[in-house]
């Protein structure tokens, strides 16, 4: 974003620097009101006026700022929960230039980019929305802080006092602020000047956004969101809802509002002409409360008017992390096959909520443990008068057994609400690759099997021990190899990777590790990268890709595959405290957020 504002800012100042004759200007202006015996002239000029046009259109479109467009007209390009906090409760959040900074209680201040790195001791209870330059603020047990965002130093620019204190600090300019100011016997949203610190009683509420183009507030007060116009103290009311937040260009404003028990983060137009349910809360997996799955709090936008971040909680009795949520919004609905691939991912890191989103009738359950889907290609797509048909094929492990399928599934989307949805998901054929009871690997397609080889058909060189079963396999794209490992069962757990060749029926071993449990293996959709996750007698999660055409191999710590999507593989990095997902290019060796 701040590459955007420098070619900004650039382009206008060329602009500004090209050379204008001002005489021509008068000269071609009298052109216009000549009779016709001077048309020709005049109009020898317009392709140049027109070209000169067209190049300044073409230079400013790259700054790529999205169309404003009503509320009711953005859908839910993707969503993902990219990052669970697992120890330590996330108090307060916000966003700046690219990066996320997060208070986790007791900790810190952490900003996340392709790490979650501790900037500040102090923690947080609440931080500004907007930023002054590199400025944040935040406030802690009632006082108000500054933090550089490029030094990490932060400095108390107020106290709060015995009887009153300080949340939720907003920029007005660079001198002034807006605060919650909390006592006994109610919250108001005050004006300070930082320098004097005088402060000003504007109007009673809390969590309190600024829109400087219409010096506007957005506000929270007993359960409904305020719109308060600074200059006549006019209010008006948004919606029933709770945790507002503007657009740094004040088009739109998110909170969360709740229905029957179902929470929900919605937007609407800071004009209030429409509004827009944007996450699908699905209900408990098990017993109905009359509450949904998940509790939603501080919806906040990214730099522009297209990415909503949100923190999702269980509700459901299995108290699971803390996540934050990336929901990208578009104007244009998402083709068929990205509909379809949107709701694949989904399945694969386990979002339901945003799963059922995208079916029209979706089932109680969605996602399981075991077995677990683990990548997936798209075969081909065909459209229909009514419908179109996608045809995928989605790839599955178990994490305890010798198993593998390979699914072909077709999958039906009508549009509806100006939007794909799936109506039907058909399983069209199955071939399973298993370990049987007579200690064989065998395929099985469509019901049919057939056995491949046993445990005595290995070449004795590759098993240094009796002790030992088949674990994690799957088989290429091709059909004509399968990939499979050998678990010891003695204390060092030994494990050997090999290949299968159904053709010659040779065994090629690829990589032996003294120590280790492993989970499962998965391929990229090209077959030349296979991954394999284990865990050390410590249970640490170590995954290592095996490069099938050089032979070499790279490996992780602390890290999970979850899935190959196409030939980037999305990781999961996991720590003590937190967990967070990531793109990683094998063919490059680099990592981007996800």
């Known amino acids: 974003m701040m590459e955007n504002e420098k070619i900004k800012k650039t382009l206008y100042e060329l602009r500004n620097e090209i050379a204008v004759d001002t005489d021509l200007k008068k000269q071609l202006r009298k052109t216009f009101v000549k009779k016709s015996r001077t048309r020709k002239w005049k109009n020898a000029w317009i392709p140049l006026l027109a070209a000169a046009s067209m190049f300044l259109a073409f230079l400013l479109s790259n700054e790529q700022v999205p169309q404003h467009v009503k509320a009711s007209s953005l859908k839910i390009a993707n969503a993902i929960s990219f990052l669970d906090i697992g120890s330590g409760e996330i108090t307060a959040y916000t966003y700046h230039d690219g990066r996320l900074y997060l208070s986790l209680e007791g900790r810190g201040i952490f900003v996340y980019g392709n790490e979650l790195k501790k900037v500040l001791n102090d923690a947080a209870d609440s931080f500004s929305r907007s930023s002054k330059g590199e400025k944040l603020l935040f406030t802690y047990n009632g006082d108000v802080f500054l933090f550089d965002v490029k030094t990490t130093k932060s400095e108390k620019v107020l106290d709060g006092t015995s009887d009153s204190s300080y949340i939720y600090p907003e920029w007005k300019d660079q001198n002034h602020i807006y605060l919650t100011k909390v006592t006994d016997k109610e919250k108001q949203i005050v004006e300070v000047n930082v320098q004097t610190k005088e402060e000003t009683i504007i109007v009673s509420g809390e969590m309190a956004s600024f829109v400087e183009k219409e010096q506007k507030l957005v506000f929270e007060r007993h359960g409904e969101i305020i719109i308060y116009n600074v200059k006549s103290g006019k209010e008006t009311i948004v919606d029933r809802g709770k945790n507002p937040s503007v657009t740094n260009d004040g088009n739109y404003i998110s909170y969360v509002k709740e229905r029957s028990g179902f929470e929900d983060v919605w937007i609407s137009d800071m004009d209030l002409e429409t509004k827009n349910k944007v996450t699908t809360n699905p209900p408990p997996r098990y017993e109905p409360s009359g509450e949904g799955m998940y509790r939603y709090h501080l919806p906040i936008w990214g730099n522009d008017e297209r990415t909503l971040y949100v923190m999702k909680k269980r509700n459901d009795g299995e108290n699971g992390p803390a996540k934050i949520m990336k929901i990208e919004l578009s104007e244009q609905s998402s083709t068929e096959i990205e509909t379809v691939k ?150 060092k757990s030994r494990f050997t990777l090999l290949s299968f060749n159904r053709e010659t029926k040779a065994f090629n071993l690829l990589v032996t590790l003294e120590g280790g449990i492993m989970e499962k293996v998965a391929l990229d959709a090209t077959g030349r990268f296979l991954t394999a996750d284990y865990s050390t007698d410590a249970f640490d999660s170590k995954m290592f890709i095996f490069d099938l055409e050089k032979g070499k191999q790279t490996d992780f710590t602390n890290v999970h595959s979850v899935f190959w999507k196409g030939d980037k593989l999305i990781l999961k990095e996991v720590a003590k405290t937190h967990s967070m997902y990531y793109q990683y290019d094998p063919h490059t060796g680099s990592k981007i957020n996800y």
Do not use: C
């Open 342 to 491: 949107s709701y694949l991912q989904a399945l694969m890191v386990r979002d339901d909520d945003f799963a059922k989103s995208l079916l029209k009738d979706p089932p109680e359950f969605l996602t399981y443990s075991n077995p677990k889907q683990i990548g997936f290609q798209i075969l081909e797509t065909t459209k229909n008068e009514q419908s179109t048909s996608v045809k995928a094929e989605v790839y599955w492990t178990d994490t305890s057994l010798a198993y593998y399928k390979v699914s072909t599934y077709d999958l039906t989307l009508m549009k509806k609400n100006e939007r794909y949805v799936i109506e039907t998901v058909k399983e069209l054929s199955t071939t399973e690759l298993l370990a049987n009871e007579q200690n064989e690997v065998e395929l099985v397609k469509d019901g049919k099997g057939e056995a491949l080889f046993s445990l005595q058909d290995i070449p004795q060189s590759f098993n240094q021990t009796e002790n030992i079963r088949f674990s994690s396999l799957l088989r290429t794209h091709d059909e004509k190899t399968v990939i499979f490992s050998l678990q010891g069962m003695d204390e």
